[in-house]
Antibody, heavy 119, light 107 residues
Framework: EVQLVESGGGLVKPGGSLRLSCAASGFTFSSYSMNWVRQAPGKGLEWVSSISSSSSYIYYADSVKGRFTISRDNAKNSLYLQMNSLRAEDTAVYYC????????????WGQGTMVTVSS | SYELTQPPSVSVSPGQTARITCSGDALPKQYAYWYQQKPGQAPVLVIYKDSERPSGIPERFSGSSSGTTVTLTISGVQAEDEADYYCQSADSSGTRVFGTGTKVTVL
C-alpha cells in the first residue's frame, strides 16, 4: 500500500524550531518529487515547499523562504521539513504529499501532523 | 506567485449538477488540478491535467478549461460529495498555488 506518514508536530514557542518527518512506503520514493502543504485551522490549503527526486531542485513559498528547509533521504525513504524562527501564523496541519509522476499534481497525501506555535 | 479564485460556496440538490469555477491569469498556460477534502481528512486528487480523472474517482467528476477559467463539474451529486474543493496549479518558476477553496453543500 502506498503510504505517507508524518511525524514531529507539536507545541513550540514563537521563535522556536521544529523538524517534521515524512516516512514513505509502498512506492519507489527516490523516483518522485515531494512536497509539504499546510492548512491553518479553518483555512484553505497552502503549498509550502517542493523538492525534486534527487534534491537538485528546491522551491519555497515566499511565506517560509529563509526560515524553512526541505530535505530528503532517499536511502531512508524519508522527507523532512526543518522549521526555524516559527511564528504564530505557521500554526497549521502540515501534510506531506507526493508529486504525480511527470506533472504538478499531488496524488498521495499523508494524514498530516499538527504544529502549534504559541507562548 | 499568482492567485486562483474560487466561489466560497456552492449549494446543490441531490441528483443535480454542481459546477465550481477557478480563475487565474496563468491557467491558459498551466494545467489545473482539483482536490476534494472532507472534514478531518487529507485532500484527495479528483482531477489532474484540467480534465483527467485518477483511477478510483467516480465518473460523475469531470473537469474542463476555457481561457483563464477551469471548471470542476459534479454530475448527479450525491450526499457523499459534500466537501471542500480546491483547485491548484503551478507557475513557470516551480512554485505551486492553491485556489481559495469552495464549500459544496448538498441540500
Amino acid at each position: 500500500e502506498v503510504q505517507l506518514v508524518e511525524s514531529g508536530g507539536g507545541l513550540v514557542k514563537p521563535g522556536g524550531s521544529l523538524r517534521l518527518s515524512c516516512a514513505a512506503s509502498g512506492f519507489t520514493f527516490s523516483s518522485y518529487s515531494m512536497n509539504w502543504v499546510r492548512q491553518a485551522p479553518g483555512k484553505g490549503l497552502e503549498w509550502v515547499s517542493s523538492i525534486s527526486s534527487s534534491s537538485s531542485y528546491i522551491y519555497y513559498a515566499d511565506s517560509v523562504k529563509g526560515r524553512f528547509t526541505i530535505s530528503r533521504d532517499n536511502a531512508k525513504n524519508s522527507l523532512y521539513l526543518q522549521m526555524n524562527s516559527l511564528r504564530a501564523e505557521d500554526t497549521a496541519v502540515y501534510y506531506c504529499a507526493r508529486d504525480q509522476f511527470t506533472n504538478d499534481a499531488f496524488d498521495i497525501w499523508g494524514q498530516g501532523t499538527m504544529v502549534t506555535v504559541s507562548s | 506567485s499568482y492567485e486562483l479564485t474560487q466561489p466560497p460556496s456552492v449549494s446543490v440538490s441531490p441528483g443535480q449538477t454542481a459546477r465550481i469555477t477557478c480563475s487565474g491569469d496563468a491557467l491558459p498556460k498551466q494545467y489545473a488540478y482539483w482536490y476534494q477534502q472532507k472534514p478531518g481528512q487529507a485532500p484527495v486528487l479528483v482531477i489532474y491535467k484540467d480534465s483527467e480523472r485518477p483511477s478510483g474517482i467516480p465518473e460523475r467528476f469531470s473537469g474542463s478549461s476555457s481561457g483563464t477559467t477551469v471548471t470542476l463539474t459534479i454530475s448527479g451529486v450525491q450526499a457523499e460529495d459534500e466537501a471542500d474543493y480546491y483547485c491548484q496549479s503551478a507557475d513557470s518558476s516551480g512554485t505551486r498555488v492553491f485556489g481559495t477553496g469552495t464549500k459544496v453543500t448538498v441540500l
